[in-house]
């Protein structure tokens, strides 16, 4: 599951607390601390994804098929004849970005 980064909302800037929380993506985002109930946003931060050249890819953790589909992905392989075939998840079974078929 994807790790959030959350901050809570105070006039002081120097009184924010900045934390991170484990969440399905199906998961509403958190409106306040789990804790002590202090409105809190949540931070806008880059993706971590793994693939055929990331490190993260390469691990025994990588994002495997049964993986990415339990987290609500969907993956496309492309196919020599150049579309993209559904390996898993929802959506079209096929995508052709030439616009055919």
Do not use: N
Request: charge should be negative; hydrophobic fraction near 25%; charged fraction near 30%.
């Amino acid at each position: 599951m994807p790790t959030y980064v959350y901050e809570t909302i105070t006039d002081d800037p120097d009184q924010r607390e900045v934390f991170e929380v484990v969440q399905s993506m199906r998961e509403e985002p958190l409106t306040v601390h789990p804790e002590t109930g202090v409105p809190v946003r949540r931070v806008i931060q880059a993706p971590m994804i793994g693939g055929k050249w990331s490190s993260v890819g390469k691990s025994s953790e990588g994002a495997s098929d049964s993986k990415l589909r339990d987290l609500g992905f969907t993956k496309y392989v492309k196919t020599s004849g150049g579309t993209y075939e559904k390996t898993v998840g929802e959506g079209p079974g096929r995508l052709d970005p030439r616009g055919e078929g």
